[in-house]
């Protein structure tokens, strides 16, 4: 008579996702996924893991620690991402929104607060998570997204549905097209050079969203150009850039006659945003 196999637990299919070199959060992101458990369940892990992984369960689970070993976002692997306390949809149509993107937020929020009515823009909006955290934390303002690819505002929008949130989107290249004037320009440009040999790391992300020019600067140089003719006064333009681009990112902003330039840091402590106010 032929013995069933042994199912593996839990605890050892984390296990051997780990011994195959597979982050512990990960495993753990995966593993939730495929049993249908909420992402931040990771207590009911442990106390479960004595528990048995059903055939199937385990098959699916190591097909996904296999593509995430591979350099697949865990974002595009359960097609969700948190973010600023939204759980946003996304795929490989869009950058994985990552959490230094969130001092970009608390940096708008902060200089949008004394407004009634801020009105606000996102270029480059991509899974609409900037856009969106905006609009969720202040109902009354007035946010638009931008995006040059239709595939990313596809994604955008049905998050903003999904989620009950009316950010208005527009298809175009930066603030090409755009009219009107806005309190705030927010952006999380493409900022990496070219040939940044990181770029081999992230080949499952959209390029267009990632790279830009041979210093990394060529979007960045566009939008501080063309964001004073759509600033109202006293209006700022935010900025978020690579880990060593604050000090030229603050230049481009100076000599385009920005006042009030400085960084922010983000959750490491690197300068990862820049901004300034227009006031002319």
């Known amino acids: 008579m032929t013995t069933a196999p042994t199912l593996p637990t839990v605890a050892q299919a984390l296990a051997q996702a780990n011994a195959e070199g597979l982050a512990r959060i990960d495993a753990q992101m995966l593993l939730l996924h495929v049993l249908g458990r909420p992402a931040g369940d990771r207590a009911w892990l442990l106390t479960h893991n004595t528990d048995a992984l059903a055939p ?70 991509g899974s609409g998570a900037i856009a969106l955290a905006l609009q969720q934390q202040r109902p009354t303002a007035q946010v638009t997204a931008v995006d040059a690819s239709a595939d990313a505002l596809q994604v955008a929008q049905a998050n903003a549905t999904r989620l009950q949130l009316p950010v208005q989107f527009l298809h175009g290249h930066w603030l090409q097209g755009v009219t009107g004037t806005f309190d705030a320009i927010v952006s999380n440009p493409p900022y990496i050079a070219s040939a940044d040999p990181h770029l081999a790391a992230l080949t499952h ?76």
């Not at 992300?205 to 140089?221: F, K, T, V, W």
């Not at 600033?231 to 006042?259: I, K, M, T």
């Open 56 to 125: 199937d369960a385990h098959t699916r689970f190591a097909q996904l620690c296999q593509r995430r070993t591979a350099g697949e976002p865990v974002a595009y692997l359960t097609g969700s991402k948190e973010f600023y306390g939204l759980t946003l949809a996304v795929d490989a149509r869009v950058l994985d929104p990552r959490p230094d993107t969130e001092t970009l937020v608390d940096w708008a929020l902060e200089v949008l607060s004394p407004l009634p009515a801020p009105r606000v823009i996102d270029l480059g909006t």
């Open 205 to 280: 992300e959209p390029l267009q969203a990632l790279a830009s020019g041979a210093d990394g600067l060529d979007d960045l140089r566009v939008i501080v150009a063309q964001s004073p003719n759509h600033l109202a006064p006293g209006g700022w333009l935010l900025l978020e850039h690579g880990w060593d681009q604050a000090e030229a990112v603050q230049a481009l902003l100076r000599q385009s006659g920005f006042s009030q330039v400085q960084s922010r840091n983000d959750l490491a402590g690197v300068p990862r945003c820049t901004g300034g106010v227009w006031v002319t």
